[in-house]
DNA sequence: TGGGTATTCAATAGATAACTTGATAGCTTG
DNA sequence: CAAGCTATCAAGTTATCTATTGAATACCCA
């Protein structure tokens, strides 16, 4: 066993795609591209890095194989590659939000306050009942992109003065990129303090995506069935 | 969002996961740990690397959270933390096999030629109706730490002077670590040229484990249900 | 065909990581 | 308590990675 030079070739090559998880900045663009396919300087300019700098890192992803790449005219629209890969970049944020305390403090101190949630099973129910209204505070392109059935799109900075819209009586159901995202906790905050009732959805437009409305609780890996 | 320190960090927390899956060693280790806990020596030895490297790598898993650390008189015995980091190696295992041709390539020229696999739903059935007898090919100690309910152990390489102990006339199932791995090829490579029928099972013993008996084909990432 | 924009390439300096070697600490046994 | 083993630490060398800068390429549009 020792050295074998073709078990060494394959865990070189799967390393090639854990090298891909090992950057700050390459998961900061896994994470905005999980929401929606994006040009470079889309990219660089949501995660605060230079054009060059981000052209890079998703060269390293490419490579990776975790996102896809297409011209459109003069720019180059980035995507990630498929649901595996999508479920991958999830798993790893959920695995280590589980073992790494470091990771559940960060993620505490970004969000703030927790809010009321609701899962997707009840809110199925109460959105067939016509007890509640889903909102999308995502930005418009993402809500784009792809979103929940039934969901209306109210980014968070349109939501303070588009209050109106939203039906009284009605609970209003925030959500956004997932977990670990501040947008549906700041909504939910803001509604509560326009008098209204208000719970955020547990997971985002990716784990809905993904089929976790389908069942309970999440769950990992292959053959959870 | 330019540059917020809060979420910032949170990805920084993160990519000290996505670090100890960006070296080749530390993959080799992780898959050995998927079979069964080991001391730093063993897995010095199997892995071919310097007993301080080992040591080394293994504190880097441990920092991310992939693994528990438990002394054991003069030795310290590692394992993978829990299920959920088992399949989130796994799942990187396999959307890298699916994703970067590298990989697949890499695999075909370490497995050799392919054997007829068969798979657990069907394996059950004919257990059930004692059509076949299931080995298992590992070696014996990572056959004691976990193995398929109703498989009998039968190294490889004591494969060839037990053959006696294999009921003719029964088909002969032989699974091993897992997809990546060559003993169950081999295996039925041997009993096809002494004669037997005889299949290889398409998952491993970590894959059985984490339920891939229980339903059809292989999936990813959080909330398949 | 030429100007403008988006992306990538190339080269560099600074930071991090990998592996080796030799020393240290913890446990077991005599 | 001393000897012997296992695992870890510390230091040093080499290799790799990251981010920056400035140049080059690809495309669009006039």
Not at 12 to 28: D, T, Y
Not at 60 to 75: F, N, Q
Not at 163 to 187: Q, S, T
Request: glycine share 8%; proline share 5%.
């Amino acid at each position: 066993m020792r050295s074998d030079p073709a078990k060494s070739a394959l865990f070189q090559a799967i390393a090639l795609m854990g090298k891909a998880f090992a950057s700050p900045v390459r998961l900061e663009l896994l994470d905005l591209l999980a929401q929606a396919p994006r040009t470079v300087d889309e990219l660089a300019q949501a995660s605060g890095q230079s054009s060059a700098n981000t052209s890079q890192h998703l060269q390293v992803l490419h490579a990776a194989g975790m996102v896809t790449r297409a011209r459109e005219g003069t720019s180059v629209r980035y995507a990630v590659s498929g649901d595996d890969a999508l479920a991958l970049w999830l798993s790893l944020r959920d695995v280590s939000a589980a073992r790494l305390a470091e990771v559940e403090r960060a993620a505490r101190a970004y969000l703030g306050d927790q809010v009321e949630t609701i899962g997707p099973q009840e809110l199925l129910g109460r959105l067939a009942r016509g007890e509640a209204v889903l909102v999308d505070v995502r930005p418009a392109t993402e809500f784009a992109a792809g979103h929940i059935d039934g969901a209306r799109s109210i980014p968070l900075d349109e939501l303070e003065r588009r209050l109106a819209e939203l039906p009284a009586g009605r609970e209003v159901i925030a959500y956004c990129r997932g977990p670990f995202c501040a947008y549906a906790h700041r909504a939910v905050r803001t509604l509560e303090q326009a008098g209204r009732q208000a719970r955020r959805l547990n997971v985002g437009w990716p784990e809905w995506k993904l089929g976790a409305h389908a069942a309970g609780p999440l769950t990992f890996g292959p053959g959870t069935g």
